[in-house]
C-alpha cells in the first residue's frame, strides 16, 4: 500500500524510502509540519549538530512532524540509528541518476505531495539552492536555511542563483558571527538573520564519563597525544599539521598524533607518512571516528588547521570533553578559543610549530587547566538544550508570523 502524506496523496515510487512515524492521522496533520533538507546523512559537522539538536527536543517533537529528506544514497549508518531512535521521517529524492531537470522536477513535487509548513535547508549547494527554490515554486509557505561556513562550495549555477534562493528564504540561521555578517554584505537583509550558536551534549562529551581508546592504539597512558578530527579536505589543511611537526626538533614533537577523518586527501596524507620514518612511526590515520568522546578523551589537546571556518563544533566539543585547543584564528575561532589554548594564523607553519611547542612544553597538570577554562565555558554557553531551544524559537517565530498578512 502506498505512504499517504496529510494531503492524501500518494507516494511517487523511487521517492519516499523510509518512514519513522507512520501514516498521518487528523491530529497529526494538526501539527505543524518541518522538513529538514540535507545533502546526505553521512557523518559532517551539519549532519551531526542537526542529529544532536533533535535528540535533545524530545518536547518540541511531540508537537511537530518532522521529516529529513537527503539528496544522495550516502548513509552514516549510526547516524541514520540515532535518527531512527527519534520516531521522526527520514525520506530521499535522490540526485544520482537523475538529470538536473529529473531532480529539480521530482523535488518540487515532494514538496507538493509532502505540503509541509516549513522547509530547512542545511548548507549551500544542492541542499541549499536547489532545496530552497523547489519548495518555493511547490508553493511551501516558510523557507529557512541553516549557512554554517564561511565560504560555501557552490557550482556555478548554483552561485549565479544563490541571490534569487536567498530572497525566497524568509530566514537565515548562520551559527557564526562571521558567516551572518557574510549574508548581510551579500544583501540579505538583517531583519531575516538569527544567529545560533552550535550546542554540545556536555553529559556525552564530560571528560568523565568518555571512556579512553589508548590502550587499543598500544599508547601508553603518560605519552604525550596531540589529535586532529575532521574531514581530511584542502580547505581544512591537514597537510599544514605534517609540516610544522617536521618543522620542530624531534625532542619537541608529541609522542603521537592522531587524525581522525576521511577525505580526498587520505591517499597524499599515506603517501607524505610512508615517506618519513618519524611520521610513519608517530602519526596515525583513523579514518572514521564514530565515539567522538572517547577520541577526544585520548587526546592530551586538539588541533584545527583550517583555512576557513564557520563555528567550528569540533572546538566546542573538545571545549566540553575539557581538551585544550591550538586553532587557526579564522571566522568565530578565537571567540571559542581564549584561555583554553592557542590561536594562530591560517597557513602560518612557523606559528603552529610554536604553538606546538609550546603546548608540548606545558606539564600536564597545566594542560588539563586549560581544558578546564574550556569546559567551564561550554556548560555556560553551548548546553545542547540551550541551543535546541533557541533552534526551535527560531521556526516558532515564522510561524506565529505566518499569521500575519505579510512574512518578512
Known amino acids: 500500500m502506498a505512504q499517504r502524506s496529510c494531503a492524501g496523496v500518494p507516494a511517487g515510487r523511487n521517492e519516499m524510502r523510509t518512514y519513522g512515524q507512520g501514516s498521518a492521522g487528523k491530529e497529526e496533520c494538526a501539527r505543524p509540519h518541518i522538513v529538514f533538507v540535507i545533502s546526505s546523512l553521512a557523518m559532517g559537522g551539519a549532519e551531526s549538530q542537526l542529529t544532536s539538536l533533535l535528540e535533545a527536543s524530545a518536547r518540541h517533537l511531540k508537537t511537530h512532524r518532522v521529516t529529513i529528506v537527503t539528496l544522495a544514497i550516502t548513509n552514516d549508518a549510526p547516524l541514520r540509528q540515532r535518527l531512527s531512535r527519534l520516531n521522526l521521517t527520514i525520506d530521499m529524492v535522490a540526485r544520482q541518476g537523475r538529470s538536473f531537470p529529473g531532480f529539480f522536477v521530482a523535488l518540487v513535487r515532494w514538496f507538493r505531495r509532502v505540503r509541509p509548513d516549513i522547509v530547512h535547508t542545511l548548507l549551500s549547494g544542492t541542499a541549499g539552492t536547489w532545496g530552497r527554490l523547489a519548495a518555493r515554486l511547490a508553493g511551501v509557505p516558510l523557507i529557512m536555511h541553516s549557512e554554517l ?170 571545549m566540553a570533553a575539557a581538551v585544550p585547543c591550538i586553532a587557526t584564528r579564522v571566522s568565530d575561532v578565537p571567540s571559542l578559543v581564549t584561555d583554553n589554548g592557542f590561536l594562530v594564523d591560517a597557513g602560518d607553519v612557523r606559528g603552529l610549530a610554536a604553538a606546538l611547542a609550546t603546548m608540548n612544553e606545558l606539564t600536564s597538570p597545566e594542560r588539563r587547566s586549560l581544558g578546564h577554562h574550556g569546559r567551564t565555558r561550554a556548560e555556560r554557553e553551548f548546553g545542547l538544550d540551550t541551543a535546541a531551544e533557541r533552534f526551535w524559537a527560531a521556526h516558532h517565530e515564522l510561524l506565529e508570523r505566518r499569521r500575519s498578512p505579510k512574512v518578512r
Open 149 to 318: 561556513s564561511l565560504s560555501p562550495g557552490r557550482t556555478g549555477w548554483q552561485r549565479r542563483l544563490e541571490p534569487l534562493a536567498n530572497r525566497v528564504t524568509h530566514r537565515f540561521l548562520p551559527n557564526a558571527t562571521a558567516i551572518a555578517e557574510r549574508l548581510a554584505h551579500e544583501g540579505v537583509p538583517e531583519a531575516r538573520i538569527r544567529i545560533v550558536r552550535n550546542g554540545v551534549d556536555l553529559e556525552r562529551f564530560s571528560p568523565d564519563v568518555a571512556a579512553t581508546c589508548r590502550s587499543g592504539w598500544g599508547v601508553a597512558d603518560d605519552a604525550l597525544v596531540a589529535g586532529f578530527l575532521g574531514g581530511l579536505r584542502p580547505i581544512k589543511r591537514p597537510d599544514l599539521l605534517l609540516d610544522a611537526l617536521l618543522a620542530l626538533p624531534e625532542e619537541e614533537r608529541p609522542d603521537l598524533v592522531v587524525f581522525a577523518g576521511e577525505g580526498i586527501l587520505m591517499e597524499e596524507l599515506s603517501t607524505r607518512l610512508a615517506a618519513d620514518p618519524w611520521l610513519r612511526g608517530h602519526v596515525r590515520l583513523l579514518g572514521l571516528v564514530v565515539d567522538t568522546p572517547s577520541f577526544l578523551a585520548s587526546i592530551d589537546y586538539l588541533v584545527l588547521t583550517s583555512d576557513t571556518e564557520g563555528l567550528p563544533n569540533v572546538i566546542v566539543e573538545a
